[in-house]
């Protein structure tokens, strides 16, 4: 791999807690037991790699949406050979833009110059990141919660959980994420 391989690797890997984040959100929690979000990742990371003359953008917005469509794509491949019943391609695909979206308003980034447009993709990868760090429970409370819209009880439902405990997790979850990001969420 040359130089310039090298630097798409890294540039890839930049990507790969965002990538990460959406397919647990997404991921069925039927399938769970059979396909593990990291492995959709890194086929994900790979194909881009192996595909990278497909990519037509010049932008880490225009790449991380191109990555997206990857791991849609990769996550129906999953789905088709668990047999899930059909349909699942367009919600999923919907579903994953729909995370993005939801990430994306987490942060409030409500910028459309170019130079805002990097500041948003870049607090979107810190987020990510600063996400991956947390306790796995602290991690899946928040997901559940503010990326997938769940109300408390949900996500109590979801994680086997009372309310008051669910709630000390994000409560805990959060302040770790403002700590670590350095900044008023």
Do not use: C
């Amino acid at each position: 791999m040359g130089d310039d391989g090298e630097e798409l690797a890294r540039r890839l890997e930049s990507f790969r807690n965002y990538l990460l984040l959406l397919a647990r959100a997404r991921l069925d929690g039927r399938l769970r037991s059979k396909l593990d979000p990291a492995d959709l990742v890194q086929q994900t990371l790979t194909r881009a790699f192996e595909r990278r003359e497909q990519f037509r953008g010049a932008s880490d917005e225009q790449r991380a949406a191109w990555l997206r469509t990857l791991l849609a794509h990769a996550m129906i491949d999953a789905l088709r050979k668990h047999a899930r019943p059909g349909g699942a391609e367009r919600s999923l695909e919907a579903a994953l833009e729909q995370s993005s979206a939801r990430l994306e308003a987490f942060l409030a980034a409500d910028q459309t110059s170019p130079s805002g447009r990097v500041e948003k993709r870049e607090r979107l990868v810190r987020l990510a990141d600063a996400l991956a760090a947390l306790p796995e429970d602290q991690r899946r409370a928040i997901e559940l919660k503010h990326l997938q819209g769940l109300a408390l009880i949900d996500v109590a439902r979801q994680m086997n959980r009372s309310g008051p405990a669910v709630a000390g997790l994000l409560q805990r979850g959060m302040r770790a994420l403002r700590n670590d990001l350095g900044e008023p969420w």
